[in-house]
């Protein structure tokens, strides 16, 4: 019973069994549901679990979700990794070594908290991303040293304040702007030396006003710029005669905070002291 002219909906590749070849209902376990009508069967070309592509697959379960614990271990990746989308979540944790990471981005989107953190050293990246942005907090201590800086950015995001600390000196400049973004002091005054322009502009802006003169004669001119803007008294006083006219004139002539922050990551200003900090 090979299936030919089958109606295919539009967009869809056509129909081809997971193996190569034309499908071929007769050696399908339910090839029954070729009698049953509309939602409560199948139909190659549109529905089928046999097919190579993930589309059919996935409307065959979306029909057929009572069916997904028994397709776990099935040898198409596709159809393990949608049945994992579909089966009983205590059947998942059977799924923790499969070799495929698809497999195991569904365990990372659905297992339970007791489990998830099994996954927290999985080999792809974006099975632990996943995880990351699930697990628990205190979970999250384990994935801090990740070689990925985007996992170790959602680390950052999501760490308790109390352990963020240990995240200070991490290779990569966009994890260190957003622990910037979330310390709180003193660990945020460590970070005031930052080798990142804009790791230290981040600085600027979250420091106490007391504590901002640390940051006033910063080789870079956005650094001071916040300073400029932000303090008072002596701080201020400090930077009238700055080489730079924007800070000089921060409230009056200097633009908002956020351009200032486009400007500092997209590297389309030029303005700069043109001292490189160490």
């Known amino acids: 019973m090979s299936v030919e002219n089958v109606r295919v909906p539009g967009g869809d590749i056509a129909p081809r069994h997971w193996q190569g070849g034309p499908l071929d209902c007769a050696g ?54 949608i049945a994992a989308s579909h089966t009983d979540v205590f059947c998942l944790p059977a799924l923790l070594g499969d070799p495929d990471e698809m497999v195991r981005l569904q ?60 995240m200070i000196g991490d290779a990569d400049r966009v994890v260190r702007m957003r622990l910037a973004e979330r310390l709180d002091m003193p660990a945020l005054l460590r970070i005031a030396d930052d080798s990142e322009a804009e790791v230290r502009r981040i600085v600027a802006e979250r420091l106490p006003a007391t504590l901002l003169s640390r940051l006033a004669f910063d080789p870079d001119w956005r650094v001071r710029w916040e300073v400029a803007r932000r303090g008072a008294g002596e ?15 921060p409230r009056a002539e200097a633009p908002a905070a956020g351009e200032v922050a486009n400007l500092m990551t997209t590297g389309q200003t030029q303005r700069s002291a043109g001292v490189k900090h160490g």
Do not use: T
């Open 28 to 81: 399908c376990g339910y090839v029954r549901f070729r009698e049953l009508p509309a939602e409560h069967g199948c139909g190659p070309g549109h529905a089928c679990m046999q097919d190579a592509y993930a589309r059919r697959i996935e409307r065959f379960f979306h029909w057929h979700p009572e069916l997904a614990n028994k397709q776990l271990a099935h040898p198409y990746f596709e159809v393990r990794a």
């Open 107 to 166: 365990l990372a989107l659905r297992l339970p908290q007791a489990q998830l953190a099994r996954l927290i050293y999985d080999p792809h990246r974006e099975v632990r991303i996943r995880v990351a942005q699930r697990v628990s907090p205190a979970a999250l201590v384990g994935m801090r040293g990740d070689s990925d800086y985007g996992m170790r950015k959602w680390v950052v995001q999501r760490l308790p304040l109390a352990l963020l600390p240990q």
């Open 235 to 249: 701080i201020v006083a400090s930077l009238v005669d700055d080489v730079d006219e924007v800070v000089r004139a």
